[in-house]
């Protein structure tokens, strides 16, 4: 009896065992089915981050990463959608999936990388910079000694300036953080600040559509751009990675960066 007991036993935790394996590969399944068969594809922006991603005239989100973006859509048949994320929230809005990625000039940081996120490959080398009004005194970070310095939220901009800038962060008067780099300017241009502390294709993009600021040149440190995904989505990741080889083998890339002569220097990808 004992021993046919065991045997039941034993047949018992075998089904079980089985048919938790087999919900395991179910559920894998399931999962390579739904990505394979996605239909369409949403990216996180800065809706305020000319001259990557932001409204146009028309009503519109464009930009350059806007159209690479849509581009891949294309290539893949997906329909391509536009999630306007806080830039300080954005990966919480990713993990919420509010968004399948943030694709907005965002900087590559080893902290990103360590929380367990899906980073793309660099696709353009970056720099801070300072702006300031045309007419001001200031010609380098020296002569902000005690001046209000605006960057924005949730930016490496603001990362450096409480880490590896720090010791230049308290030379200034106040560090007035905002939502924007819109409102960054709007400070700066209604002298509540002296400066904005931001990226240099954003910096230059607003010089050149308004009169009246200058950028300082000054060395502030390198870093490079790339797309986060949430943990898990290395595949979706290396889908939309092998659509950005595809379009720029057929020239749909180069065509958009045609558009965008300001950054096309420090674009990585270009051949």
């Known amino acids: 009896m004992k021993k046919i007991t065991a045997l039941v036993l034993a047949l018992i935790i075998a089904a079980l065992t089985l048919g938790l394996a087999g919900c ?22 800065d809706p305020e981050y000319p001259p990557f991603s932001y409204l146009g005239d028309d009503g519109e989100y464009t930009g350059f990463d806007v159209e690479v973006c849509k581009a891949v859509c ?37 902290s990103m990388k360590d929380a367990g996120y899906i980073i793309s490959r660099p696709y353009f080398d970056n720099e801070q910079v300072l702006l300031v009004k045309d007419d001001s005194e200031y010609k380098s970070s ?7 310095v605006a960057v924005q939220l949730g930016t490496s901009g603001e990362a ?4 590896d800038l720090s010791d ?3 030379t200034f008067g106040n560090i007035v953080t905002a939502n924007s780099f819109t409102s960054c300017f709007t400070e700066l241009a209604g002298n509540a600040v002296d400066a904005v502390f931001v990226d240099a294709p954003v910096a230059q993009d607003y010089v050149a559509n308004n009169e009246g600021f200058r950028i300082i040149d000054e060395d502030f440190g390198a870093e490079q751009y790339g797309i ?9 990741c290396a889908r939309v990675e092998a659509a950005i080889d595809a379009i720029i083998e057929n020239g749909t890339y180069a065509a958009i960066v045609e558009k965008y002569p300001d950054i096309a220097g420090n674009l990585l990808l270009t051949k």
């Open 24 to 45: 395991g590969a179910k559920t894998d399944d399931t999962a390579n089915e739904t990505e394979a068969e996605r239909t369409s594809f949403t990216m996180g922006i």
């Open 74 to 110: 294309d290539y893949l048949g997906w329909e391509f959608k536009v999630f306007a994320v806080n830039w300080d929230e954005k990966l919480v809005q990713l993990d919420s999936e509010e968004c399948d990625c943030v694709w907005s000039g965002m900087t590559i940081l080893d």
């Open 142 to 148: 020296a002569d902000l000694a005690g001046k209000d």
């Open 160 to 163: 450096l300036l409480s880490g």
């Open 168 to 170: 230049l962060a308290k």
């Open 228 to 236: 986060a995904f949430r943990s898990g989505d290395a595949d979706l």
